[in-house]
């Protein structure tokens, strides 16, 4: 086995003190041969800190060094602090200490008088020697996390912008324009909790006569519920056209028919999906609509009066037979209907002193103020609450609502 090579130690001086040699303790210390000095004046200190393997240094400091001449020694041992290398300056006279210790803060760098004792100054050479090592393991690993920290960080920024790219092309997939015909309008709210969203929702004009409107709600979160949300949006089936004519399809005809798709998919992921559409005459205001596990609707008036819908329907893409039912309303001037999400059920703090994020009755509370003068400012009004509560930034799920409203 070949033995290791002895350390190598630089020793940086323009000449050598007798005190040094003599009283001190680097005479000794340079006559050993478990070392293996290299010197170097202070002009070719740099180089040889550059390009050699340095186990530490000894930098003898004479007077002028601390006296006009500090650059070239504050020189030598930045070279030093940079590369990590311990390094002992020797200072020539007691006077020249103080500048040696300020000069010495950085870790690894100490200030020793000339004088210092050979055991004192083998010692501290020692201590300095066996750190090397531990110093190059740290240094070397550093290395690879920042590498790695630097290839992490590119594709966090690549994910970053994909997901991006993703939420924008799921809000393509949203009505640009809702419609508005004679006394029937529509308010939209809709906030993902993260870049993309679970929920989704349409507000179409079928014909002439009729508007469709839906929201749906993916069983999950993040990208596999956004991509299911986007199938949802294509496959649900509301008009059906032949040569000469067509036909609307009813809200519940329609559930049947996506639930057989979504089931015929066999998604391995998020394959359950809520859902309620509704179906409005313009002319009539006779509503039909159908339910499939999704939170109930909400009818509301301008005289102040609540009602909560009740019908049946289970979730999209568990049982392949399922039926739907199937409910009609007439509705009159001063009606909205409200569709929403199951994320309000955690949206706003409740009131008994539990914070937003957790499941309480409060977004029932807040619901039941829409009914009243003025639907729309009443929406709105409920929208800005959300925005500018505490926490509105991190909230625990998407949001969604939809609030058909005909004008008294």
Not at 47 to 60: F, P, Q, S, W
Not at 322 to 343: H, N, R
Not at 344 to 368: C, H, K, L, M, W
Not at 393 to 400: I, N
């Amino acid at each position: 086995m070949v033995a290791p090579s002895p350390p190598r130690i630089l020793v940086v001086s323009d000449s050598v003190p007798s005190e040094a040699l003599g009283g001190g303790g680097l005479g000794p210390l340079l006559a050993r041969d478990d070392y293996r000095f290299i010197f170097a004046d202070m002009a070719a200190a740099s180089e040889k800190i550059a390009n050699h393997d340095l186990a530490a240094a000894i930098v003898l400091a004479p007077p002028p060094y601390f006296n006009g001449h500090q650059k070239d020694l504050i020189h030598v041992i930045d070279g030093l602090v940079q590369r990590q290398i311990g390094a002992i300056v020797l200072a020539h006279q007691d006077a020249d200490m103080a500048m040696a210790e300020r000069m010495c803060r950085a870790d690894g760098l100490m200030a020793v008088p000339v004088t210092c004792s050979a055991d004192e100054l083998a010692g501290r050479l020692a201590g300095l020697a066996a750190a090397r090592p531990i110093v190059d393991q740290l240094q070397r690993e550093n290395h690879l996390l920042r590498q790695f920290d630097s290839g992490l960080n590119s594709r966090m920024s690549q994910m970053d912008e994909e997901m991006r790219l993703a939420a924008r092309l799921q809000v393509d997939f949203l009505p640009r324009n809702l419609p508005e015909v004679g006394k029937v309008s529509f308010n939209v709210f809709f906030r993902p909790a993260s870049y993309v969203s679970g929920d989704i929702y349409d507000v179409t004009r079928l014909d002439e006569d009729h508007v469709g409107f839906f929201v749906a709600d993916a069983v999950g979160h993040g990208m596999p519920a956004a991509l299911l949300t986007i199938f949802l949006k294509r496959a649900l089936q509301t008009k059906i056209v032949t040569r000469d004519e067509y036909r609307l399809v009813l809200p519940n005809e329609a559930l049947t028919h996506l639930n057989k798709e979504l089931v015929s998919q066999q998604l391995s992921m998020c394959q359950f999906v809520t859902m309620v559409y509704g179906m409005l005459n313009i002319k009539t205001l006779e509503l039909q609509w159908a339910r499939a596990g999704h939170p109930p609707p909400m009818k509301l008036s301008t005289n102040g009066t609540v009602e909560e819908l009740q019908l049946e329907g289970a979730l999209l893409g568990v049982f392949p037979d399922e039926v739907f039912a199937l409910q009609t309303l007439q509705m009159k001037p001063g009606d909205s209907i409200l569709m929403y999400s199951d994320g309000f059920e955690s949206a706003f703090p409740d009131v008994t002193g539990g914070g937003a994020g957790e499941i309480n009755e409060r977004y029932y509370q807040e619901f039941r103020k829409l009914a009243g003068p003025n639907p729309k400012a009443r929406f709105a009004a409920m929208t800005a609450e959300l925005d500018n509560q505490e926490g509105s930034l991190h909230q625990r799920d998407d949001l969604t609502a939809v609030m058909l409203s005909i004008a008294e």
